[in-house]
């Protein structure tokens, strides 16, 4: 499943774990139409429930900036299903231009996952 179509290489950066093991550590920075062609492909891949259990928790995933901060369960995500996850997740942040949130970050995110 790809959660994003995207069509650069993200960054790869190999860290160590606590215990010696590698970790692999991947960054994809989009922005322009590529980021609003990503952020489409990720909507159109979440289920109906899974919208709005993003909409429910958007006081706590909203920051003070208008950021918006996902995480997605790896394992589930390379399986091929999308479901938040905590732990061993892949981390999305969604930044657009101030003048996009014009009446308020949450507002402006809930009609992004109610469009569909």
Not at 7 to 13: A, D, F, M, N, W
Not at 61 to 86: C, I, N, P, Y
Request: charged share 25%.
């Amino acid at each position: 499943m790809s959660l994003f179509s995207a069509s650069r290489t993200p960054e790869l950066e190999r860290l160590e774990g606590h215990f010696g093991n590698e970790i692999l550590k991947a960054r994809l920075h989009l922005t322009g139409e590529e980021a609003v062609k990503a952020f489409n492909s990720m909507t159109a891949s979440m289920s109906k429930g899974l919208k709005k259990q993003v909409v429910d928790g958007l006081g706590e995933s909203v920051d003070e900036h208008s950021a918006l901060f996902l995480r997605f369960d790896k394992q589930r995500v390379v399986s091929g299903s999308l479901t938040l996850g905590v732990g061993d997740s892949i981390r999305v942040k969604v930044k657009p231009r101030i003048y996009l949130v014009k009446g308020g970050a949450i507002g402006f995110y809930s009609q992004l996952f109610e469009a569909d």
